[in-house]
């Protein structure tokens, strides 16, 4: 099992920068697939980002409303995924959530919420226009 621990979120202005952090607990962390998530006010989760357990070339994903802003990355030495955001825009007001699953294969890539049994707490991200 895993425990992730989501932080960095706070309040920023349009065309500002925040970077999450996705810290987990266990030996075994780069094992896992890890995603982002994201809900906000009145609004289904939506996916933002993912990275296989195998960092390299093909291994990370990014929904359309994100890409070339956000960067996701991971540190399997410190436990710890990283969310880079620029650019940001009054839309990516949300709660951020980050999600770990066992991974059988080093470059799976997993965008279904649904698919990860390992979520962390929620880091809230405000951006004024």
């Known amino acids: 099992q895993v425990q992730l621990v989501a932080s960095g979120g706070g309040w920023v202005q349009a065309g500002g920068s925040l970077r999450l952090s996705c810290a987990a607990s266990?030996?075994?962390?780069?094992?896992?697939?890890v995603g982002w998530f994201r809900q906000a006010p009145g609004k289904e989760r939506e996916f933002v980002a993912a990275v296989s357990r195998s960092t390299g070339s093909g291994s990370t994903y990014y929904a359309d409303s994100v890409k070339g802003r956000f960067t996701i990355s991971r540190d399997n030495a410190k436990n710890t995924v990283y969310l880079p955001m620029n650019s940001l825009k009054p839309e990516d007001t949300a709660v951020y959530y980050c999600?770990?699953?066992?991974?059988?294969?080093?470059?799976?890539?997993?965008?279904?919420?649904?698919?990860?049994?390992?979520w962390g707490q929620g880091t809230e991200v405000t951006v004024s226009s």
């Open positions: 266990g030996r075994t962390f780069s094992n896992y697939a």
């Open positions: 999600a770990a699953e066992p991974a059988r294969t080093p470059y799976r890539i997993i965008t279904v919420g649904g698919e990860y049994d390992y």
